[in-house]
């Protein structure tokens, strides 16, 4: 079984629309990220998350990205208002400690259209 | 910043061949991880590394701090070796989350 699981799998959306991609780590762990990798490019960071808030964030994360842990279970990302740059794979990752293994969803496509 | 540069970006082989990748970094880290990337997209843990070596199966991971250079080696390779085979590495603390390299292709010819 898999450490963390997200959802969906692929979503294609129109520009300008908001998007909510989920991560369900399966135990818990201390540090979330989220990551994004464009076609053909490297993985790249977007944000860091620990103790329930945002604890670092990239260039790439403007205002226009959002995290959250509402239920202390589910850690969602959300793209307000989609652009068609926006179009990626984007990977949730958990680690337990800052110097330990980290494990990667499966991913989530976007597509905008 | 922390760069990181893998060699080589493509590597065609034969089955039973020793594959070896290479990671160099510019900055010093706290670890580095090797992963592996399926075609499917999908990225696995192969190894996280502070120092010296670790095995798994066929896979060998070594690091040299002072040289900033890493290497993931492959012994017997198989075709089902085949994938994106990426080098992260991680400063202190975890909030930075990590810094990727580009990849490597491997394609293992059966």
């Known amino acids: 079984e898999p450490e963390v699981t997200q959802t969906p799998s692929h979503q294609v959306t129109q520009m300008g629309q908001e998007v909510i991609l989920r991560c369900v780590p399966i135990?818990?762990?201390?540090?979330f990220y989220w990551y994004r990798q464009i076609l053909g490019q490297k993985v790249e960071f977007l944000v860091s998350?620990?103790?329930?808030?945002?604890?670092?964030k990239s260039e790439i994360f403007d205002d226009q990205f959002s995290v959250e842990r509402p239920d202390g279970s589910n850690f969602t990302l959300k793209i307000r208002s989609t652009k068609l740059e926006d179009s990626a794979m984007y990977f949730c990752?958990?680690?337990?400690?800052?110097?330990?293994?980290?494990?990667f969803g499966q991913g989530t496509r976007l597509t905008v259209v | 910043k922390n760069e990181v540069e893998q060699s080589p970006q493509n590597l065609t082989a034969q089955e039973g061949e020793f594959i070896t990748i290479n990671c160099s970094y510019s900055?010093?880290?706290?670890?580095l991880h090797w992963l592996q990337q399926h075609p499917g997209g999908g990225i696995v843990s192969l190894f996280m590394?502070?120092?010296g070596k670790k095995k798994h199966g066929r896979l060998i991971a070594t690091i040299n701090i002072q040289e900033k250079h890493s290497s993931l080696h492959i012994t017997a390779s198989h075709p089902r070796d085949s994938a994106v085979y990426i080098c992260?590495?991680?400063?202190?603390?975890?909030?930075?989350?990590?810094?990727f390299g580009k990849g490597t292709h491997l394609i293992i010819q059966p």
């Open positions: 998350f620990y103790n329930n808030e945002i604890s670092e």
């Open positions: 135990s818990n762990h201390l540090y």
């Open positions: 590394l502070s120092s």
């Open positions: 900055v010093g880290i706290s670890a």
């Open positions: 990752a958990i680690q337990g400690d800052w110097n330990t293994e980290a494990f």
């Open positions: 992260a590495v991680g400063s202190g603390g975890g909030a930075d989350g990590l810094t």
